[in-house]
């Protein structure tokens, strides 16, 4: 009879699983492009699928793209849930999200391997559009799990080319016929990079994660007049992207007034972009986070009194709408200390922090007992190609994260 104590995980095999499927979507700088639900996503979950099923697991997919891989416990109860994201930024990195589903898939193998049976079922969970990247707001699919959203404005959200995420699940063979929900389950594990300079700062092994900060996004349009550049006097003009400008500055400068809260403009669209054409209408998108709503509530006023100074001052129009609000959320204790116990079982040093980055763990633990568990990554880089941790850091996620799912699972001995 196996014990839990020798329940080792192979670091090695989780490395190559995580190169393998680095090759989907993979970018010549190292990186990946693999977005929510194109052809590079539905090719990484086919593999993922198969991967599952060769470890016996039945895999579900729900009628947002959802998918849950799950293998039987000596027990009919819910199962464990363990879930991250398989999709990526455009110039996403090897790890964020897909550490979190292949790091469950290295301990549910090293189960298999072992011959270890959990009193309750395990399931991996792949979550459907946690970047938000291609279709906002993030997290989405948890989100619809969670009953934030319904499944039908997840089908409707477009990209900026106007394609609806419903048309692309059903595209790629992943718009499940399982209704959202179905898949019930009694407490959920994370396992991420942190994505921040943090444990790799204090030479920390695991963030014992207590919660995630809130965030809000919002869209502007700033409209002026298109005009030429070599005809239209300078004090004629109604330059768009000069009055973006200055609103982009401001927002930067609210971030500033209220640290540890962020603030941040990450997509522009110029129009109509041409050399010689004044800019008479510019789109952009921001994104204001912190640990406290209050704080939040301030940021948000300050960034909507600047709009209209900045606008005035060139003769512009604008329109602005927060399409997206994530409260900020705390974690499950009991899920937290299985996470520390977890840790010191294997031997490292860890630290407890709040999640600076959204994750589809801040949606689930609106309905289930919830919580993650963090590694480094190289100079806190995330969202860039250059994202990199270690083999060994990557094999210490998903062993704590064995560890504690083992640990909860012993109170139903
Ligand atoms: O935006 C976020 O924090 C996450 O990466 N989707
Ligand atoms: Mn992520
Ligand atoms: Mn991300």
Same mark, same amino acid.
């Given at each position: 009879?196996?014990?839990?104590?020798?329940?080792?995980?192979?670091?090695?095999?989780? @490395?190559?699983?995580?190169?393998?499927?680095?090759?989907?979507?993979?970018?010549?700088?190292?990186?990946?492009?693999? =977005?929510?639900?194109?052809?590079?996503?539905?090719?990484?979950?086919? @593999?993922?699928?198969?991967?599952?099923?060769? =470890? %016996?697991?039945?895999?579900?997919?729900?009628?947002?793209?959802?998918?849950?891989?799950?293998?039987? *416990?000596?027990?009919?109860?819910?199962?464990? &849930?363990?879930?991250?994201?398989?999709?990526?930024?455009?110039?996403?990195?090897?790890?964020?999200?897909?550490?979190?589903?292949?790091?469950?898939?290295?301990?549910?193998?090293?189960?298999?391997?072992?011959?270890?049976?959990?009193? &309750?079922?395990?399931?991996?969970?792949? @979550?459907?559009?946690? !970047?938000?990247?291609? $279709?906002?707001?993030?997290?989405?699919?948890? *989100?619809?799990?969670?009953?934030?959203?319904?499944?039908?404005? &997840?089908?409707?959200?477009?990209?900026?080319?106007?394609?609806?995420?419903?048309?692309?699940?059903?595209?790629?063979?992943?718009?499940?016929?399982?209704?959202?929900?179905?898949?019930?389950?009694?407490?959920?594990?994370? =396992?991420?990079?942190?994505?921040?300079?943090?444990?790799?700062?204090?030479?920390?092994?695991?963030?014992?994660?207590?919660?995630?900060?809130?965030?809000?996004?919002? !869209?502007?349009?700033?409209?002026?007049?298109?005009?030429?550049?070599?005809?239209?006097?300078?004090?004629?003009?109604?330059?768009?992207?000069?009055?973006?400008?200055?609103?982009?500055?401001?927002?930067?400068?609210?971030?500033?007034?209220?640290?540890?809260?962020?603030?941040?403009?990450?997509?522009? !669209?110029?129009?109509?972009?041409?050399?010689?054409?004044?800019? %008479?209408?510019? $789109?952009?998108?921001?994104?204001?986070?912190?640990?406290?709503?209050?704080?939040?509530?301030?940021?948000?006023?300050?960034?909507?009194?600047?709009?209209?100074?900045?606008?005035?001052?060139?003769?512009?129009?604008?329109?602005?709408?927060?399409?997206?609000?994530?409260?900020?959320?705390?974690?499950?204790?009991?899920?937290?200390?299985?996470?520390?116990?977890?840790?010191?079982?294997?031997?490292?040093?860890?630290?407890?922090?709040?999640?600076?980055?959204?994750?589809?763990?801040?949606?689930?633990?609106?309905? &289930?007992?919830?919580?993650?568990?963090?590694?480094?990554?190289? *100079?806190?880089?995330?969202?860039?190609?250059? !994202?990199?941790?270690?083999?060994?850091?990557?094999?210490?996620?998903?062993?704590?994260?064995?560890?504690?799912?083992?640990?909860?699972?012993?109170? $139903?001995?």
């Amino acid at each position: 009879m196996t014990s839990k104590s020798n329940l080792v995980i192979n670091p090695q095999r989780l @490395w190559d699983s995580l190169m393998e499927t680095a090759k989907f979507g993979g970018t010549a700088r190292g990186g990946i492009k693999r =977005l929510t639900v194109s052809d590079e996503d539905r090719r990484v979950r086919d @593999w993922f699928k198969a991967q599952c099923e060769a =470890l %016996g697991c039945s895999v579900q997919v729900d009628s947002v793209g959802n998918m849950f891989a799950t293998r039987p *416990g000596r027990k009919d109860m819910l199962p464990i &849930a363990l879930g991250s994201h398989l999709d990526t930024q455009p110039t996403g990195g090897k790890f964020d999200g897909v550490l979190g589903v292949l790091g469950a898939l290295e301990a549910l193998r090293t189960m298999v391997d072992m011959g270890y049976e959990t009193n &309750a079922p395990i399931m991996i969970v792949n @979550w459907t559009n946690e !970047e938000g990247s291609r $279709f906002a707001p993030a997290m989405l699919c948890s *989100g619809v799990y969670a009953g934030v959203f319904t499944p039908d404005y &997840a089908y409707s959200r477009e990209d900026r080319d106007g394609i609806k995420l419903g048309d692309e699940l059903k595209r790629i063979g992943y718009l499940g016929s399982e209704p959202v929900g179905t898949h019930q389950f009694q407490a959920m594990f994370e =396992l991420h990079i942190e994505q921040g300079p943090i444990l790799e700062a204090e030479g920390k092994m695991i963030g014992v994660v207590t919660g995630v900060q809130g965030m809000r996004w919002y !869209e502007v349009m700033v409209t002026g007049q298109e005009s030429h550049t070599g005809a239209t006097p300078m004090l004629l003009r109604k330059n768009a992207l000069l009055g973006a400008s200055r609103m982009i500055e401001a927002i930067h400068q609210v971030g500033l007034a209220h640290l540890p809260g962020v603030a941040s403009v990450g997509l522009i !669209e110029n129009r109509p972009n041409s050399r010689n054409v004044v800019p %008479g209408e510019v $789109f952009f998108t921001v994104d204001l986070r912190h640990p406290d709503e209050a704080v939040l509530d301030k940021m948000e006023a300050s960034f909507r009194a600047a709009l209209g100074p900045a606008a005035d001052k060139e003769k512009l129009t604008y329109e602005e709408k927060c399409i997206w609000k994530s409260p900020a959320v705390k974690f499950n204790p009991e899920l937290i200390e299985c996470v520390r116990k977890g840790a010191a079982q294997a031997g490292f040093d860890m630290r407890e922090m709040a999640s600076g980055a959204g994750h589809d763990a801040a949606y689930i633990a609106r309905v &289930a007992p919830t919580t993650m568990i963090f590694v480094p990554c190289l *100079g806190g880089i995330s969202h860039n190609e250059a !994202e990199s941790t270690t083999l060994e850091e990557c094999g210490a996620g998903s062993q704590v994260l064995l560890n504690a799912v083992i640990e909860y699972d012993q109170k $139903f001995a």
